[in-house]
């Protein structure tokens, strides 16, 4: 293969950058130019992670692209994965893909073979945090059947550290289902802090209000209960009919947006727990409303399964954020939307604030009233007629 081509290339570039000067640019050929850059870059990527194929040192790769040694290792997995998977070697030849998403999505192609396709779907249309939540649970579902458990439990550790700051950082790794109900209630304390120190006057970030409560909860001092669970657990009835001993394809026994858990741990758990029924045929539970802004018990278990047949969790409609997410009426209440799975959606803090304050903000002289909520989510629907009676027994 030549390699004037690309010396030529490299001349190229070194003479643009030596020319750029980005205080002189508009704003509209500054971003023309960052993506120029954006498309060399992730064209670059595929030549860097093809090579490691010849060149699998990962000491050598973090010293020649300047990277460190966990980077490096992972562009030699995109190399490997590459080999064996057409699509994902063409998405970076074309430099469709960035080394980074390609990172994500070849460890899922190690795990389970043909993961790709779908996954440079996701990365095409999604962010980035989206395609790494999307791709590790592909990962997780097809370890489940290789000893994940044992290795999770291996994997158990806590380490502490203080920086410039003297601030003291603590990392903790705990099991799904010791973490997840440990999240939940933190996130529940800091939600009643937020809400005791908004009363005060005094607006602090959510995430300096969650590290006081998990202060306060390693104290015993902690008082915030959360309305949602603090911990599912979605298992396939026949995963229960056979003992707890395996899950079998189609077959499921998960934390929803969290990942699996070993049956047998389900079972301790279901020991001494509420236990739900769930037919997800997608019209028995749609149909339960109530006009009010309490979530039904049976409507509050539907959402936070997530959507089937995936019952992969909650997860903001909007950016695909799983933290601190809160349930929004799309047809808003004051305009008679019922509290129902389908007049619900998830939504983290920040896109549930963006959203209210458009469905607040008047509209320009002329210009025809549409419902905040059908133009959010992109629907004409028009709210449905009510009788006299109707009406009265709601505002009852």
Known sequence: MRTEPLDHA????EKTNADLEPELLTATHARKLLASY?????????????????VSDSSEIARVTGTSAGKAEAVVRTGRAMGSSADLSMAMQ?????LEQASEISKAEEAKPGAAAELLRVARDQAFHVLKEKARKVRLEAEQHRDLALRQREARAARSYSDELGMVHVHLAMEPHV???????????????GRKAKSEGRLEPFERHLVDAYAALLAGNGKGRAKRPELVVLVSHEVAQRGWTDVRAGEVCKIP????VE?????EIGRDAFLSGVLYDGKDLRQLKRWSRAIPAEVAIALELGEPPDFDGVACVDCGNRFRTEFDHVQPRCRGGPTSAGNLRPRCWSCHQAKSKRERMPVRAGARASPAWARVEGRATQPEKLSADETKNRRG
């Open 38 to 54: 954006a498309k060399i870059e992730k064209l670059a990527a595929f030549g860097v992670a093809a090579l490691t194929r010849k």
């Open 94 to 98: 074309t430099g469709s893909v960035s």
């Open 179 to 193: 973490g997840t109900p440990v999240v939940a209630r933190a996130e529940a304390e800091a939600a009643r802090l």
């Open 10 to 13: 490299i001349e190229l570039l």
């Open 257 to 260: 947006g969290v990942g699996p």
């Open 263 to 267: 049956p047998h741990v389900a079972q």
